[in-house]
């Protein structure tokens, strides 16, 4: 009995893990190689109380491979403004095809720690809403190192309890 426990066990295991490897890819780059980087696992840590991301860039490059760590990991030509560790799992990377870039050439700002933040550099328009029976004052953003195709609509006071020293100047 206990055998025949063991046998079903093992040919369950056997069909779910072909059918799991029907989704799995294997992917390996060459050094000089250039790929995009997904950065939303960051940004879901560091970011989550910021609105709209949806609709922000899912990959940032191309960078170059500088070198191979390991079966799964890469190293990555980041700029040297970049506070995010250049190791990267295979999984957060894609290659680049052909010649055309697609994606933001550039990473989006991080604070002293190395969490990603933008920070607001123009206020491009304002709008009043109700929401509740108040007057809620919405203001478009356009974020560092963003072009102005990607501002948002934020709150006022959520602006100002982002970014307090910033009341006044830019808001």
Same mark, same amino acid.
Do not use: C
């Given at each position: 009995?206990?055998?025949?426990?063991?046998?079903?066990?093992?040919?369950?295991?056997?069909?779910?893990?072909?059918?799991?490897?029907?989704?799995?890819?294997?992917?390996?780059?060459?050094?000089?190689?250039?790929?995009?980087?997904?950065?939303?696992?960051?940004?879901?840590?560091?970011?989550?109380?910021?609105?709209?991301?949806?609709?922000?860039?899912?990959?940032?490059?191309p960078?170059?491979i500088?070198?191979r760590?390991?079966?799964?990991?890469?190293? !990555?030509? $980041?700029?040297s403004?970049s &506070?995010?560790h250049? +190791? *990267?799992?295979?999984?957060?990377?894609?290659r680049q095809?052909?010649?055309?870039?697609?994606?933001?050439?550039?990473l989006?700002?991080?604070?002293s720690?190395?969490?990603?933040?933008?920070?607001?550099?123009?206020?491009?328009?304002?709008?009043s809403?109700?929401?509740?029976?108040?007057a809620?004052t919405?203001?478009?953003?356009?974020?560092?190192?963003?072009?102005?195709?990607?501002?948002t609509?934020?709150?006022?006071?959520? !602006?100002? $309890?982002?970014?307090?020293? &910033?009341?006044?100047? +830019? *808001?």
């Amino acid at each position: 009995m206990l055998q025949l426990l063991r046998e079903n066990l093992h040919r369950a295991q056997n069909r779910m893990k072909k059918y799991a490897d029907l989704k799995r890819t294997d992917r390996e780059f060459n050094i000089g190689d250039f790929v995009y980087l997904r950065l939303q696992p960051y940004r879901q840590m560091s970011l989550s109380q910021r609105h709209n991301l949806k609709l922000s860039p899912r990959f940032y490059g191309p960078f170059k491979i500088l070198q191979r760590i390991g079966s799964v990991a890469y190293k !990555l030509d $980041l700029p040297s403004t970049s &506070l995010l560790h250049p +190791v *990267f799992h295979v999984s957060q990377l894609k290659r680049q095809l052909g010649t055309r870039v697609a994606a933001a050439t550039h990473l989006p700002p991080t604070d002293s720690h190395g969490v990603l933040r933008p920070e607001p550099v123009h206020v491009l328009n304002r709008r009043s809403r109700k929401v509740r029976n108040r007057a809620v004052t919405d203001l478009l953003i356009q974020w560092q190192g963003q072009p102005p195709e990607d501002a948002t609509w934020i709150p006022y006071h959520q !602006l100002a $309890l982002d970014y307090p020293h &910033l009341v006044g100047k +830019v *808001f």
